[in-house]
């Protein structure tokens, strides 16, 4: 996406994330942040665990921000407000997850975008859309994408009575959506180059929770019901499926199974399981007998993984034909050795120097992982694209004295 721009006039990680993946494929990315308080996020610094800091390096800004310039404007002084619209006319994406209430108020909505820029794609990341009576409603992931859209509900096993589960991560929803609203800003900006049409781009929290969750939400609404539960808490295997499930080994880790074809992998499994007479155990063969006897063959499965540590079985299950997982955590996701192979984790040189380490986006393109930049400190290149747009010294001087920037 060189030469691409984008202007972003959004925070906390909605939305910022999809300039984050932009910037990530090449493109000029300016957030605007307001001119004394920055993004609202930058406040959540050394807040609870999401919001641990080393230094200049805080995640929870890197995570969305990466790879961005930064320019403190105060966009209720007018001043301030042409310098946003100087942007803006050079500007191919216009990002922005303000209220509408706020973007009209301070003039930055579609009909102002477009006044001075007809051509720009006009960008709206939401809590629960454009449209219909809580179109004015601000929202979280927490709210609109995870607990609205079905998934705390569709993880909570049913002997858990008290409570929902809670998302496994901070910015969990946020990060997916900011990843939907790139490819939404990316068919648009395919489309003007094929059409030389623009458009307005919407995406919502509750539209991509709900997208998460489509083929539960299709399956009750052809039947009327809810048809997809989760299962209890200590059920392994399914029903009619052994071989798919989660089961613990010795040391209190787990595998999880996921063989969906049970008659094509039961003999392999089971060999490597170091049970091949399962393999002709009439109660588990053919594999109608399987099926039939789920429950019994998943019990026999439990009762061996149960005996070994985890890293026998990583180690028996390499030359598995079929397919299984680690049920890993963050840290152990952080180092597996198959994300790094691929370049799924990148270094970054914060604002100190020091190497850090970020997620990278999922998408890469020839083969070539991503190659990041660390986030902007708050209002950093301000008057770096001041003098883009053609301010001398004086005149950026004196947008300090005013307010109109930082």
Known sequence: MEGVRVLEVAQFTFTPAA??????????????????????????????????????????????????????????????LEVLYELARKADVFLTNFLPDARRRLKIDLDHI???????????????????????????????????????????????????????????????????IAGGISAALFARERTGETSVVDVSLLSTGAWANALAVDLALMEGEVVWKQTPVSQMGTSFNPIVGNYKTSDGKFVQLAMLQPGRYWSDFVTHLDRPDLATDERFWPVEQLIANAAAASEVVAAEIAKRPFAHWAKRFA?????????????????????????????????????????????????????????????????????????????????????AVT
């Open 19 to 80: 300039g984050a993946v932009l910037a990530d494929w090449g493109a000029e990315v300016v957030k605007v942040e307001h001119a004394e308080t920055g993004d609202a996020q930058r406040g959540f610094k050394n807040i609870g665990p999401a919001g641990m800091a080393r230094g200049s390096f805080h995640p929870i800004m890197e995570h969305p921000n990466r790879g961005k310039r930064s320019i403190g404007l105060a966009l209720e002084h007018p001043e301030a």
């Open 114 to 180: 477009r006044a001075v820029n007809p051509e720009i794609i006009y960008v709206r990341g939401s809590a629960f859309g454009a449209k219909g009576p809580e179109a004015e409603k601000g929202g979280y992931d927490s709210s609109a994408f995870w607990s609205r859209a079905g998934s705390a509900v569709g993880v909570t096993p049913p002997d858990i009575t008290e409570t929902v589960l809670g998302m496994p991560a901070p910015a969990y929803g946020d990060s997916i959506g900011g990843m939907t």
């Open 319 to 403: 030359t598995l034909e079929g397919q299984w997982a680690a049920a890993q955590d963050s840290f152990d996701l952080g180092h597996d050795p198959q994300l790094r192979a691929n370049g799924y984790i990148a270094e970054v040189i914060d604002a100190d120097g020091v190497p850090r380490e970020l997620v990278a986006n999922p998408v890469q393109f020839d083969e070539t992982a991503a190659v990041l930049l660390r986030a902007p400190q708050f209002a950093e290149h301000t008057d770096e694209i001041l003098r883009e747009l053609g301010h001398g010294d004086d005149r950026i001087i004196e947008l300090k004295i005013t307010g």
